[in-house]
T-cell receptor, first 118, second 112 residues
Framework: GAGVSQSPRYKVAKRGQDVALRCDPI?????LFWYQQALGQGPEFLTY????????KSGLPSDRFFAERPEGSVSTLKIQRTQQEDSAVYLC????????????????FGSGTQLSVL | DAKTTQPNSMESNEEEPVHLPCNHS???????IHWYRQLPSQGPEYVIH???SNVNNRMASLAIAEDRKSSTLILHRATLRDAAVYYC?????????????FGTGTRLKVLA
């Protein structure tokens, strides 16, 4: 497809359940980001990949959160033992640029996965 | 990281110009000013960015103050489709950081 694709669009999980969220970036994009967006707030950075290398995971809130991008394209964000505070929209973005540079970078976001933990 | 300050919300009438302000008094000389917007139920989308000079593209214009401590995103003729949350973000040109710090943005309401 032409844009960043995320699946599922909606996910309902029982507390304690493990979930996996998928991101298909735009073909050829080197950089991939995951963001978490709570209701009424702006997106907050979780982690960054350059190809298959996870260069920054400083935003992951706990060791229950794990992200991978094994072949440098599709990425999966996994949340183990989900808690109610994990309920949010999880956004994936990709960019052609390598980092660090801000001169001509432009992020392309998917529509997100809305996770509800009951 | 340098911070930005935006009004929580603004209203505009359809087909009128909209000026969305952003204050960034602690901006450094190598910070780019980026604007993204987020339509309902969608991820953010790029609008425009600049460093020192004013910038125009098909979506909007970016006016940057001479001292760079503030900027204004200008939508020349607002439409109902422009109703969104607009984020002003500072991006260091070479800092080794991968983070975009979005803040809470300005929610623009367009009245028919």
């Amino acid at each position: 497809g032409a844009g960043v694709s995320q699946s599922p669009r909606y996910k309902v999980a029982k507390r304690g359940q493990d979930v996996a969220l998928r991101c298909d970036p735009i073909s050829g994009h080197v950089s991939l980001f995951w963001y978490q967006q709570a209701l009424g707030q702006g997106p907050e950075f979780l982690t960054y990949f350059q190809n298959e290398a996870q260069l920054d995971k400083s935003g992951l809130p706990s060791d229950r959160f794990f992200a991978e991008r094994p072949e440098g394209s599709v990425s999966t964000l996994k949340i183990q033992r989900t808690q109610q505070e994990d309920s949010a929209v999880y956004l994936c973005a990709s960019s052609f640029n390598r980092y660090p540079t801000a001169e001509n970078e432009k992020l392309f976001f998917g529509s997100g996965t809305q996770l509800s933990v009951l | 990281d340098a911070k930005t300050t935006q009004p929580n919300s603004m209203e505009s009438n359809e087909e009128e110009p909209v000026h969305l302000p952003c204050n960034h008094s602690t901006i450094s000389g190598t910070d780019y000013i980026h604007w993204y917007r987020q339509l309902p139920s969608q991820g953010p989308e790029y609008v425009i960015h600049g460093l020192t000079s004013n910038v125009n593209n098909r979506m909007a214009s970016l006016a940057i103050a001479e001292d760079r401590k503030s900027s204004t995103l200008i939508l020349h003729r607002a439409t109902l489709r422009d109703a969104a949350v607009y984020y002003c973000i500072l991006r260091p040109i070479t800092s080794g950081t991968y983070k975009y710090i979005f803040g809470t943005g300005t929610r623009l309401k367009v009245l028919a």
